[in-house]
Structures are given as C-alpha cells and as structure tokens.
C-alpha cells in the first residue's frame, strides 16, 4: 500500500477515532496521561503497520486495542501498576464490546456506554477554570498537540502546558468524576459543555490575529464536537440547534470577507458564495427539532405575526420556551432567506433576550426592530442601552446607532457616531470597515 | 475521598442571613451527619482571637491576628467524605453561607482517621499550617518529614491532636456560591493571596498557652508560619 494512502487513512482514523481511544483508556485506567501517551503510540504503530498488512477492517478497533495493550504493558512495568491491573482486572482492555461498538459507526451509539461523552463533561466541568476546560477538550476529544492549542489562543506553549497539566492534576486530586453527571444534573451542566464547543467555534470565527489557519480549523473542530455531542444526547435539543447555528454561521465563511480581507454585512454578502449544503443540513437538524414546536412557543408569548411591540408580557422563561441555541439558529435560518422575515426574528430575539438576559442581544433586537419597519422604536432600544451603560465600550453599540441614524438619513450625526466605534474597534478589519462607512457619508 | 470545607465570610450580617443561618445550619448539620458526609466541623471565633506563630533563631515569635489580614476569613470549617467533588460541591451548595457567602472545598491529600467518639469538649483549637509564598508542597513535605513525625509523636503523647493532616495543592480547590439557586463555582483557593494553607491540626488542648507551644514546637514554624484560633465554645 503506498505511503500515502496509508498516511491519510491514519489521518482520517485520527479524526474519527482519537477520541475514543483517549476516552476509553481514561476511563479504564483513571490515567488523562497514560491515556494520551498511548493513544499517541498506537497512531504511530499504525503508520508502521497499515503499510505492512493493510488498514484494518475496523481501524478504531484496532487503534484502541493497540493502545490498550501499551497500557497495559506500561502499567505492569511501572509502580502503580499491579494496584491498577487489579481494578482493571474486572474490565479487560479487550473487551469483546470495543469491537462491537465500531461496527454500527452510523447507529445511534448507547448514551451509557460512550466513553467520548464521559469525556467532553468531564473536560467540560464547571469546577475547572474556562480556559482549561476549552484546552482539556481539544487535547483529550480533538486530538490538537499542546503547542496547536497554544498557538490557537495565542499563548506561549509552557503556558498552555501548564494550564493542562494543573487541569488533570486537579481532576485526579479533587476526584472530578469521569461520568455523564446523573439526570438531575443535567440541565445545570449540558449548557457548559455547550459553551465550551461554541467558545471554540467563536474563536476560529473571530480569526482575526495569529496562525490564522489553525485558528479557522476550531470551527471545524467545534462542529464536529457539536455533531458527536448529539449523536450521543439524542434528546438534547440545544445539542442539535447548537450544531445547526455553528453550520450556518460557517455556510457564509467565504462570503463574510471580501478578496481585500474586508468584512462585508450579511446584506452585502454574495450569496453565490454560501455553502447551500451546510444550510440545508442545518435546515434538516433544526426540522428535526421541531419547527412546529417553537412556532408553538412563539405564538403563545403572543409575538408571531405580531408588531415589534414592547409589551413582553407572556414568555415563561426557558422551559416552556425554546432554548437560546435553537433561538439563535432560527435567527441565522431566516437570514438565509428572502425576503428576511424580520417580524419573526424580532420575535426570537425577544425571547432570547429574556432568557440570556444579555444586553448583546437587546442591541441586536433593537437593529431587528428597526429593519421590521419601526426605525424609531429600534433607536429608542438603543439609546436606552447606551444609557444604562452595559455594554461600556462595546464598539458595536455605536456603530449600531450609527447604522440607524444612517437610515434615518441622519448623516452627520451617523459620521459622528461611526467615528466613536472607529475608536473602540478591536481589529484592524473592523476599522477599515467603519472607515468606509465614513467616506460613504461623507461621498 | 476527604475534603476541608472552609467557610467564610466578612463577619457582617444582617438580621435576615443572621436568622436564615439559625434555621438551616442545623439543618444542614442534621442532614450532613445522617448521610455520614459530614465527618467533624464547627465554627471558629473571630480572626481577632486568631494567633500566628513563627520561631526564628531559636525564638518564638507571636503575632495577634490571622496569617492572612483579608476583609472575608474563614468562620468555620467542616471535614467532609463525599464520592467525588460534585458530591462535596452538593453539600457545600447546601450549607446557608455559600448563599450569601462562599464555601470553599479543598481535598486532603491522604484520608483522615478521625476518632469515632470524638466530643465537641475536644474541637478547641485550629491550627493551621501556612505557607509564605510559593512554595513545592511536595519538597517542603520531603523536607520535613522526620520533624512531623515527631511532632505528630509529641501531640499524640499529650492527647492534644484529635486529627489533622496535609492538604492537596491550592489549585485544587473549588469555590461555591449560591446565588439565585444558581451554585456558581470558581476554580481555585477563595482567598487568592501570597500565602495560603496548606493543612490543618485540630487540638484538643486546655488552653491557648498549649495550642500555641505546641505550634511553636510544630517544624512548619521555623520555615514558614502557623496560625491558633479557638473554636466556639473552646
């Protein structure tokens, strides 16, 4: 077999299986470490063996078996051995359900028994510092090296070294339990682990500074994170809506910056340019979930089909209502589309407002208010923002109040307002952004 | 698994946490105690009865007040044994003070063996081993080890240790609040300052003249410092 073709199967067996592999051996040794080293022993067995005998039937079998047996190799040469080997006695490495577990990749895996799931909430526990659950779940689930990570955050790698080193150290001190938490748990932590995966797509979206290739590659991390994350919580909602949001977020990657490296609105953007099959799977998840459903849910807080009224009476609160990923992937659904049904997304937005209690979202209610048809009530939504002062030097509120006054036909005040978020603007592509936007009011 | 629950608060109250705190502390003790989660614990009077002790060249020397001067300070603590630390953060999200307060959980690093007819009559004083500065837990614990021992044999020979022992490293700690029924957790120490604990000593001893030789006499003096409160009702 050439080298090539063998390499890019264990490259592909990589993606597919290195969290497995880590998941289960954590689980069957107790040992994050031990778990990593040889998982990464069994990746480099399989170069050399691939091209001897072939790729194996079921590679994620075999990567985990081979691992499974350095394990065991090492653990009877080291110290702590023999007291592991005991425990792991009543749970033999080669057992017959690894094999079985490989067959139905396309089935719905048992919630129970996956290992990966175990894995990304334990990563994910909110008694770790944020930082180091976003880094132990792209080392343990996603397989990046240390000095990927580091470069992906932007931090020397002996820091990010650190930061995973004193993660493990106080899972193994703390006794952090290596578990899907048990169902009263649940809804405190789903949403955590939730976060975490669209932290990490957030930062490969935001790319704006660094090894810009490897921080574009988190986005493709974290939708797969969110893909497996639903195949193993079927009957999590926000799992799939979460899924759905980051695909239509990413269907606009090549339309949102032009071939100057400037950002273009979503009302500028080539819709030529969308990736229309990560829409439509998008599309397919959210149907899933039911659509009738949140529709339900809207037309009972009395919003759909109804003014971009300010009454807000009627929304219940996250349980009788739709989750705020799912809120967010309807919003982004409805862009894809034309004419935009802005009175629905002034609806979703109100009830995402609601339930994050985020002055973000209120400021993009107020836009969503606006471009429904009441410029006024959308202005009035931000200057009260503005007054409150919680989003302090956020450059998006002025450059928000800029856009609305700009429509308004308020142009000079619009420059103004435009130059107070040139000053604010975090990165050099926002900026060249604003100063468009200048020169056209002033042109 | 053992854990140190570390209570604390900045002492001020209001009628409202001072009543809420009369009802469910109990209650939680009651609760705690009927699950065997809770091991031993009690309130500590104010860092003004607090005592710090260091021996340098051969002198004790001894300062008033705790080994670290913050607004918040530790007004009780409790020895837990939970399965794992969502258990501990359970039962620290139950007890009143992280309602309005915080709880602090740090794991012991070996099992403690506390006394299965202890009395409150032999809860009297805290010691607590602290650290000045960053230090290697792990050598320092090297370095000292025959001094320990020692001093373990002395305060074992006067019946005036009832339990004790290391804590795991700082880090290892999580910080519960409840805030709107919501348990809020932080990773690492409550108090993030220069000098931290690094294990604990409950003496059984008369008087705070004891509590205070026996610190003195403990090798941890020599190199970094300890720190002497009663108990309530010590």
Request: glycine letters at 8%; one cysteine or more.
């Amino acid at each position: 077999m050439s080298e090539t073709r063998v390499e890019a199967a264990v490259q592909a067996a990589f993606k597919d299986e290195w969290g497995r592999v880590v998941a289960t051996l954590i689980r069957r040794t107790g040992d994050w470490d031990l778990a990593e080293e040889c998982a990464q022993e069994a990746f480099a067995q399989a170069l050399i063996s691939w091209a001897r005998d072939g790729v194996p039937a079921k590679p994620g079998a075999w990567l985990t078996t081979v691992a499974g047996n350095r394990a065991l190799d090492r653990l009877r040469r080291g110290a702590r051995g023999a007291q592991l080997l005991e425990q792991i006695a009543y749970d033999p490495l080669r057992s017959p359900s690894a094999d079985k577990d490989d067959e139905d990749d396309d089935q719905e895996p048992d919630v129970i028994e996956d290992d990966r799931l175990r894995l990304m909430f334990t990563c994910c526990h909110p008694a770790l510092a944020l930082e180091a659950r976003v880094a132990l779940t792209l080392r343990a689930l996603a397989g990046l090296t240390t000095a990927e990570i580091a470069r992906a955050f932007l931090v020397p790698e002996p820091t990010m070294a650190k930061r995973l080193v004193r993660a493990k150290a106080k899972i193994a001190a703390a006794a952090i339990p290596y578990r899907v938490p048990p169902p009263e748990l649940l809804p405190e932590r789903t949403p955590g682990v939730l976060a975490v995966i669209y932290l990490l797509y957030n930062e490969g979206y935001a790319a704006s500074s660094g090894d810009e290739l490897i921080r574009a590659g988190l986005c493709d991390e974290a939708i797969r994170l969110a893909r497996l994350l639903r195949r193993l919580m079927p009957g999590e909602p926000e799992a799939a809506a979460l899924q759905a949001l980051m695909l239509l977020q990413h269907s606009r990657r090549d339309a949102r910056v032009d071939s100057g490296g400037d950002l273009v609105t979503l009302e500028d953007q080539d819709r030529g340019l969308w990736h229309r099959d990560e829409i439509a799977e998008a599309e397919a998840l959210l149907a899933e979930g039911g659509r009738a459903e949140s529709q339900g849910a809207l037309d009972d807080a009395g919003w759909a089909g109804g003014e971009a009224s300010r009454d807000d009476a009627g929304w219940a609160g996250p349980n009788s209502s739709i989750g705020p990923y799912r809120a967010q992937a309807e919003i982004a659904l409805l862009h894809t589309r034309e004419p935009t049904d802005w009175v629905r997304i002034v609806a979703l937005y109100r009830a995402l407002a609601k339930a994050t209690n985020s002055p973000v979202v209120e400021l993009n209610l107020a836009v969503a208010v606006a471009m429904a048809g009441d410029l006024e009530a959308g202005l009035a939504l931000v200057n009260e923002l503005a007054q409150r002062g919680e989003l302090g030097s956020y450059h998006l509120l002025p450059a928000t109040r800029a856009d609305l006054l700009r429509r308004r036909g308020e142009l000079e005040q619009a420059a103004a307002e435009y130059q107070q978020a040139l000053e604010l603007a975090p990165t050099e592509a926002e900026r060249r952004f604003l100063r468009r936007r200048i020169a056209e009011l002033a042109g | 698994m053992n854990y140190l629950m570390l209570i604390f608060t900045d002492g001020v109250s209001t009628p409202e946490i001072a009543a809420t705190m009369q009802e469910h502390t109990p209650k939680w003790v009651e609760e705690m105690d009927g699950r065997g989660v809770r091991l031993l614990g009690n309130g500590l009077e104010g860092p003004d009865s607090a005592k710090t002790v260091r021996v340098r060249g051969g002198q004790t020397l001894i300062s008033d007040g705790p080994f670290a001067d913050t607004k918040e300070f530790i007004g009780g603590l409790d020895i837990i044994e939970a399965e794992s630390l969502d258990e501990a953060i359970e039962v620290a999200a139950k007890h009143p003070v992280s309602w309005y307060f915080a709880v602090e959980v740090r794991p012991f690093k070996y099992a403690v063996e506390i006394p299965k007819d202890w009395t409150y009559d032999q809860v009297r004083y805290l010691l607590m081993s602290c650290i000045d500065g960053p230090a290697e837990l792990d050598q320092l614990e090297e370095q000292v080890r025959g001094d320990i021992e020692a001093w373990l044999e002395l305060a074992q020979a006067r019946g005036a240790r009832l339990v004790g022992g290391p804590l795991a490293e700082p880090s290892t700690a999580t910080t519960v609040r409840v805030r709107d029924g919501e348990t809020l957790l932080t990773d690492g120490p409550f108090a993030d300052t220069k000098e931290f604990l690094a294990g604990i000593d409950i003496l059984s001893c008369e008087t705070m003249e004891e509590a205070l030789e026996l610190a003195a006499a403990n090798p941890l003096a020599r190199l970094h410092m300890l720190e002497v409160r009663p108990f309530w009702g010590g």
